[in-house]
T-cell receptor
Framework: SQTIHQWPATLVQPVGSPLSLECTVEGTSNPNLYWYRQAAGRGLQLLFY??????ISSEVPQNLSASRPQDRQFILSSKKLLLSDSGFYLC???????????FGEGSWLTVV | AQTVTQSQPEMSVQEAETVTLSCTYD???????LFWYKQPPSRQMILVIRQEAYKQQNATENRFSVNFQKAAKSFSLKISDSQLGDAAMYFC?????????????FGKGTRLSVIA
C-alpha cells in the first residue's frame, strides 16, 4: 500500500512571506494527488488535484498554487501568504485498486 | 453537484456502548463510493470503512459497520463496544464512481466523545 509523506509538519510564517508545502508518495505510480485545507473548526475544502505530471486542476481561486514536478511529488505554494491561509493542509492520494483516497499526516500552517 | 450532510455536530457515548452517526447525501448518480473517515486529535485522516453503492450488503470492519440505504440516500456509521480511542471527528464522504479523477466530497463532520 502507499505511504504519503508531508513536510514540514508545522510552520509559522509572517504575512506576505512565501510558502512551500511538500507531499511525496511511496508505493504507487501515477497516482491522483490532492491538496485539501481544513480551517479551524471546519470541514475539508479541496484546493487542487492532479492526475499526472504538470497537470493541475484548481477548485477554488485563491492565493495558493500547486505544482507536480514528478510523478509522486505534489507541492503547494504561495508567493505571499495571507492570514486567511492559516489552517491544516492535507495531501491525499487515490489508491487505484480499491478506488479509495488516503491521506498524509498533514501540515499545520499558522500565518501571523 | 453532490452534497454530504452530517446533521449531528457532536455526539457522545459511554465506553462499551454503541453509537450511530448519521450521514445523508444528495446525488443524481447511480454508482458511487461512500466512506467514513476518522480524524483523531493528531489530525491525520484515517479511513474507517468504505461502501460501494452497487453492493447491497452493508460494509463491516471489526466494530464498525454501516447502514446503507440507497433509496433514502443515507449512510450511517455504527460503532459497537465504543472505546476511548474512538473519540475523534468523523467525516462522511462521497466519491463518484464514473470519473477516476473526482475527489471526495466531505460532510462537515461529527465530533464523537467517549465517556469512561
Amino acid at each position: 500500500s502507499q505511504t504519503i509523506h508531508q513536510w514540514p509538519a508545522t510552520l509559522v510564517q509572517p504575512v506576505g512571506s512565501p510558502l512551500s508545502l511538500e507531499c511525496t508518495v511511496e508505493g504507487t505510480s501515477n497516482p491522483n494527488l490532492y491538496w485539501y485545507r481544513q480551517a479551524a473548526g471546519r470541514g475539508l475544502q479541496l484546493l487542487f488535484y492532479s492526475v499526472g505530471i504538470g497537470q493541475i486542476s484548481s477548485e477554488v481561486p485563491q492565493n495558493l498554487s500547486a505544482s507536480r514536478p514528478q510523478d509522486r511529488q505534489f507541492i503547494l505554494s504561495s508567493k505571499k501568504l495571507l492570514l486567511s491561509d492559516s489552517g491544516f493542509y492535507l495531501c491525499a492520494c487515490r489508491e487505484g485498486l480499491r478506488n479509495t483516497i488516503y491521506f498524509g499526516e498533514g501540515s499545520w500552517l499558522t500565518v501571523v | 453537484a453532490q452534497t454530504v450532510t452530517q446533521s449531528q455536530p457532536e455526539m457522545s457515548v459511554q465506553e462499551a456502548e454503541t453509537v450511530t452517526l448519521s450521514c445523508t447525501y444528495d446525488t443524481s448518480e447511480s454508482d458511487y463510493y461512500l466512506f467514513w473517515y476518522k480524524q483523531p486529535p493528531s489530525r491525520q485522516m484515517i479511513l474507517v470503512i468504505r461502501q460501494e453503492a452497487y453492493k447491497q450488503q452493508n460494509a463491516t470492519e471489526n466494530r464498525f459497520s454501516v447502514n446503507f440505504q440507497k433509496a433514502a440516500k443515507s449512510f450511517s456509521l455504527k460503532i459497537s463496544d465504543s472505546q476511548l480511542g474512538d473519540a475523534a471527528m468523523y467525516f462522511c464522504a462521497y466519491r463518484s464512481y464514473y470519473s477516476g479523477n473526482t475527489p471526495l466530497v466531505f460532510g462537515k463532520g461529527t465530533r464523537l466523545s467517549v465517556i469512561a
